[in-house]
């Protein structure tokens, strides 16, 4: 048997649903401890709530806030093999001070000064990268250099090299959104070093996987097998402002093209399957014209937003923010969730729904409509 | 913002890797930890191993011991509407006292005394139960009552009504798996009190769903459309038996029937897709033949294993343990585990490898062979 | 240019829709002919009608006809490579002469005298084996022996080899269905001889495949991977029929379980899908009680019925056949199919319609209601 | 029983696995013909060959033939309610003067003249157009008018409301490519007229479907659920000759983009599952640089495939022919094509492959490698 001492504790309560307190009570739970045995009747409110209960809270960062720390980082922190990135994590106030936006989400800011490296490493954990503002820095995927600008999503699927370099001369900062705390939760972790110097030091204005992968509806005969992960590299800004003001003028015309009133939004998807670019996380961009206010809603899993662009105030539970560039804020599971605007509102989000919903956990209610 | 306190608390280390200490570093920290805020360099080697390093450790229970812990419950502890059911879950060592078998898993010995009831509920979580001696019970499942025998697998998806009911004169104990922790993690749990009584008090041999569904490879046609978890609501040893034995009698007669000498196995299924019967759970029954010894192996993602048979010797990581009927154990993730016997051993085991593969996690190693 | 001469014969019509006849598009025609070329505008009537207007016609085959020419090639016709198969195909009226029961498949009557052997070969082609009455024969897939008994269904999906033999002293007739009308249409056929010699020639009560496979929801381990045929070379009357008294037991107890009042049904499934047996064949088998009536049912895409035990009329169009034991009879494709039986009916049945789900071409109006 | 003669004809024959000729065996082959019966012996040669032995022909149409009898149509053949559409089918010779390029597939040049309206209807064939040369037509699906350019893919799939109109002072020519033969053979056929008059009579540059879902990897949130088939309704040449250029661009600078060397391909997909655009269709464009070879290959499946720029020599079985800009000509099943070119060679190629894939039947041959 394990040598492991038992942390279990157990007390009496005098409590409904609670047994009575008695000596013999004392001594089944000291022996319940002895063999590392819990009582389902001490836990069952808080394992089996009658709708979830979310440890994470309702929070927010302020861009400039981060923006000023990751500065400063840059003056004391160097970026290299062994910390491999300099990158500050949201960490929920919930949560007891590890770095997890929410349970499952890991967000950060990631600054890199001028003509700085971070090195090629691997993981099994799914990344992408979403910029609020500056350029300068490529992102090296497996040997292919993705050019970073403002508004562009770049998604990086588990297990693919990857390194980053600035050839500008202005620092960049932008922000990373992966799986953590859901796969070191899982224990599922892999990862690996790479060589220290990225070989591939080009600059061009696309990358290869776009050449092979941004035309709508093109497959590439090469590519025909099942990806699990989107093989483009980069969803441009371009396309998505594009595809959001299509969506407010088809609306305009007459057309079902929007969410709601005044609310465009398109999902980032896999081009080989049209389902979400990761496994593990979903990416999505909202657009919320002038004078608009989004239905209530709320849902089973996480997520976190970014202001892309506007103002706006925003309600998650019980809290309420006036929001503006960069502002940072975390939706926990089945708090609701509002928005609105007088000057418009651009909004980057992404979420844990593909765990949620691959496992059948997903459960959606707007204003007041369950499904 | 929110007012919550930020429990971040960092400190300079003069470690490799890490930012040398000075003023200026540490008011940073202060910075961070004013804004919730946790650098990667002080945290990467806990969140981005090279291998998953779980956090749950190897663990054995005694079934001897947790019957009678079970059956002293019986005296103290009444059942009923509050705290549902009388039941002592598995609080791995590793786990801080929770009452977790590992990161995901729930499992638990249950106990109904003679002609007790436990209410009826329904919970999103899924959950099955495991009987290694005795019957009596009937669980009844959406008015479905099924009996409970030793070696039958009685699955239960989320969000079924279900109770349980003791006809007997004789107390009963089994095992019950659920997806418990991982819900509870990712915040997705729903639960409602059902009638304080259970309505359906017969005790058929064979459930309705039995009768329905455990015919091979035939499928009623009122039940064509897709179903998310399986919906056969006990596997019976009988099956079970015969399908372990054929297996090893077609090993002897020179085919290709067993995972490895000696080692037949089944593995529990959903008859409407040949998948997993539950999202988040799978189920199997492994059976070695006398003078047996299992490749070693390990697999991302936890299990449970326990005892229907037989004696053996089986090492999980550097724990090794002599186990024999009833008894159960814990197969953190990545850690090693082979199995040998002299006389024979029937396995039951269940773990969290539908969450594993339906995200794309799974990695399996065999004496030295990944895939 | 291919040198083959057209085919194409064009004549001007006078009628609806069509060109006025003049010199100048006599003139034209002959230039469509000379280049293989065909308007519209003279086919499309008989190319997109408003509903599917069948080519093959309603029509029955009477067992005791069939029995008695199959009895007849026994003495006439050997069984032996080149031949194959001592086979008798229904050719349904409505395809000009071909052996094609329906436009898509294949339904036969086939004969083997005492100890008399059918070579072994493969084909791409999928079939079944279904025994109205008699024993005695052994169909060896990929040396996997399978008898065969009254009631029995016997899947074997097209790329396995394949021979019979009769080790009795009596002849035995049981019916074929395949769907070589469908494959030689697409022209996807590839065939192969096997040895002249079936070299195992043992007798088992049940193949080795049911050993594997036969146990309700029980997987092996050894076979996880993805089937597209079901690995389940016998579905064995007794469970057949088991079924279908729980779903009429069931019924008589008030639950939900027949498809409509008195009406039994069950389909042979891929147990490692929960899908049809085979890509391209759907089985099923219906049992009526004692005086039931069907709702009148027409659906896209055709079926062979075959009557198992039992008396009814059954009605297909404007056709209505008492029938009896053994009796065959086809429904093309969106003709009207209902059945009644004062003491009771069993109907064994396949159909095409794995190929219609597929491709999406489903279309079913049950007494008015289309879905 | 039916009324309907037997259509069956037997003759004893003197050949090898035939029985042997003599009255006995002609009185049963006048029995099998009186109950519509046929023997399989006298019919395996030609059902089940050892490979795809085709009754299409590799055959080849020339563009200005097409095109000049297209114009003849135009002054003799009205177009409106009752004949739907002035189309001229290519009719395989060896298909009997049936208007089907392949035994699955219509090919067809369709002809509209200066403001000419073809009048809405709906049907379950799946339809594409496509265009070599012109331009000034809009096909209006369900209301939204599509513009048809050169280069353009337009797919369009069953049973939504069609019509076309021209609203230019030129006549203009374009293919059809749909599944009529597939689906007249599995008689799942239905049409309906829709209003005589085509009420959308804009012209917008793009389509309301191109605005919604032309944006390479985004997702409208307003059409998450799946789509059967794609929903994008025009392909545009732009898009299609850039991922061309950018496969070629790549070889050159050393990466693997193209299928083989000086050979790059695109398949037209449904980007809401990365499949084929329809679910009977599919829809590749294919480049030959100047100085190209392709392998021989062949696949099970028929092809039709159309010049869209560029002269080069094909093969299709015992066929060569010299090809230019417009000319059409079939791969049948399992006949080996491929095509060279010294000044480069665009080639617009559809098949049935997704009947032959969903069912199971794939098999290609590529110079040797049988897969």
Known sequence: MSTTRSPVKLEMVDAPNQPPASPELAELYRGLEAESLVPLWTEIGDLMPGAPDSSAVA??????????????????????RGGERRVLALANPGLGGRPFATPTLWAAIQYLKPFEDAPV???????????????????????DPVAMRRGDFLPQAGWNWHGHHNVSSEPMAWIDGLDIPF?????????EFGPDEIAERESPDRSRSERLWAHPGLRPLTHLGPAPATPLLAYRWE????????????????????????????RYTNPTDGGDVMRTLRAEFHRLAGDTRTATRREVGSSVFQVFEGTGTVSVGDQRWEVERG??????????????????LDLFRFSDAPIIERLGMDRVETEGTTT
Chains 1, 2, 3, 4 share one sequence.
Do not use: C, M
């Open 327 to 344: 502002d940072l804020f975390v939706v926990p599971s089945w708090q609701p969730f509002s928005a609105e605007t007088a000057d418009g």
């Open 121 to 143: 490493h691997r993981h099994t954990q799914h990344a992408f990268r979403f910029v609020v503002e500056g350029e300068g820095v490529w992102t090296v995927v497996n040997g």
């Open 59 to 80: 929070h927010l960062w302020r861009w400039k806030h981060l923006l000023a720390l990751a500065e400063q980082t840059g003056d004391l922190v160097p970026v290299g």
């Open 183 to 191: 796969a070191r939760y899982v224990e599922s972790t892999f990862f």
């Open 239 to 266: 396309a998505t402002d594009r595809a959001l003001r299509e969506q407010l003028a088809l609306e305009a015309e007459g057309y079902t093209a929007t969410v709601e009133p005044g609310h465009a939004a398109i």
